[in-house]
Structure formats: structure tokens, C-alpha cells
């Protein structure tokens, strides 16, 4: 009996998994630049006293949708977003370097250019500071920062920075607690030219609802057959015992 219920609940253990990851993706729907999660698990064996004949359920390493998302127009001019594949990058809670292709940037009264979570976007030396009390801006395709202050001359715009734009393969990146990503060699990503931004939009959620809701449901049915076989294995193991004592 002790097989069959191992091999369910560890079944069962990755399909709670499973549905996890899936509920943070729906959750996601409306987050700017998010990538959806995938769950992943494969048969293990598990070696020990006697023969290896129990196979268990074992988390893989998890991997990212990085399909792009719906292209959002808004006409903003503190939007951008990452025309075909590439990368912006930003400054984490920690000080070190990160990516991602959340577009919604905003800007802080002291004039610092950062996320909508907060995380400053790095140019050439460092955060982008802008001049305040600010009159105008551009964001240029190679990520050119232009900005005029209030009061200066009206056909002059001076260039403040220009926003860290790279292009890293997608097998080499990890997607963090904070929803950033980072090089998983923990090297920084060397400045692409080819990486192109459009000002006065913002890249979408890439998460497909319907898919993730069937999947879902498909999760929900495993995890419950994975229960009623842990049951089944415990009314199994009743028996034996009410047999046992029959012929003892």
C-alpha cells in the first residue's frame, strides 16, 4: 500500500504545484510586461534499501512564456515598449542590475525615471535623472532620453541619457521572486543596438486566460483522482488489517 499512496501523494503535491503557478498567471492578466509561468515535473526513482521500484513526482526547474504581449497604445509619453525581442534594464531593491519589458514607467518627483513597482531604469552611468520641474520628454527608438525644463528655450531639447537596452537569449535569463529577470551565469548583458523601443505604448500581459483556466480545470481533475487513490489505498490497508486479525 505504501507505494500506491507515495506515488499519489507525490502526484498530488505537483498538481497543487501546477495549480499554483496557474492562479499567479491569471492573476497576472493586467500586469504590464508579464511573462506567464510554466510548472514542470518528470517520474523520478527513488533509490534506497532493495530494488527502485517506487517513482515519484519531482519539480523541474521552471520556465517562462516569452511570447510577446498585446502592444498597448496610450500615446503616453513616459510608455515604451520593446519592439520584437529585448530587454530594458533597471536597478532592483538591492542595487544590482535587472530586466524586464514593463514599460509603464513613471517619474519621481525628483526627477528619477523608474518602474511602476518603483525600480529605477538604468542608462550609460547609472539611473536616469531628469531636469524638474519638466516642460517636455522623448524617449527615442535606441532609447535616447531627451527633456527640456521649464522655462528654457522652446526648440531646445538636451538629451539626459539614453535607457539601457539589451538582448540576452531567453534560455540564459531566470525570472526572480520580484518578477525581474537576471542572467543566470550572474553576469550583466552587454547594450544591443539592435534592441528598438516604440514611444506611447506598453507591452501587455502575454498570459492566455482561457488557456490557463482549462489548464486549470485539467490540474483540479488530476489532483482529485491523485486523492481518491490515496483513499482507496487506506481503505486497501483497512482491509489487509481486518484480514490479518481474522487469521491470526
Known amino acids: 500500500m505504501d507505494r ?14 501546477g495549480i499554483s503557478v496557474r492562479a499567479n498567471n491569471l492573476a497576472n492578466t493586467g500586469t504590464v510586461g ?14 534506497g534499501a532493495g530494488l527502485p521500484t517506487r517513482v515519484f513526482s519531482m519539480t523541474e526547474s521552471p520556465g517562462q512564456n516569452f511570447d510577446s504581449g498585446p502592444l498597448i497604445i496610450t500615446e503616453r509619453e513616459l510608455d515604451i515598449a520593446i519592439q520584437g525581442e529585448g530587454w530594458f534594464a533597471v536597478q532592483d531593491k538591492n542595487g544590482n542590475e535587472a530586466y524586464t519589458r514593463a514599460g509603464n514607467l513613471q517619474l519621481t518627483p525628483d526627477g528619477m525615471l523608474r518602474t511602476a513597482n518603483g525600480h529605477p531604469v538604468l542608462g ?16 527615442g527608438q535606441d532609447g535616447t532620453v531627451s527633456a527640456r525644463a521649464q522655462g528654457a528655450p522652446a526648440n531646445v531639447l538636451e538629451v539626459v541619457g539614453r535607457i539601457k537596452l539589451v538582448d540576452t537569449e531567453y534560455r540564459a535569463v531566470e525570472k526572480g521572486n520580484d518578477g525581474l529577470f537576471r542572467r ?9 543596438a539592435a534592441v528598438t523601443l516604440l514611444h506611447g505604448a506598453y507591452e501587455g500581459s502575454n498570459v492566455n486566460a482561457v488557456s490557463e483556466m482549462t489548464t486549470m480545470i485539467s490540474l483540479q481533475r488530476q489532483f482529485e483522482l491523485q486523492v481518491k487513490m490515496m483513499k482507496k489505498a487506506e481503505q486497501m490497508d483497512q482491509q489487509q488489517n481486518q484480514l490479518m486479525r481474522i487469521i491470526g
Open 184 to 192: 543566470k551565469d550572474g553576469e550583466l548583458a552587454q547594450e544591443s
Open 124 to 139: 550609460e552611468d547609472g539611473p536616469i535623472l531628469l531636469p524638474v520641474p519638466l516642460a517636455k520628454m522623448e524617449i
Open 34 to 47: 508579464f511573462k506567464a509561468d510554466f510548472e514542470q515535473a518528470r517520474s523520478m526513482q527513488a533509490f
Open 4 to 17: 500506491l499512496l507515495y506515488i499519489a501523494m507525490s502526484g498530488a503535491k505537483e498538481n497543487m504545484h
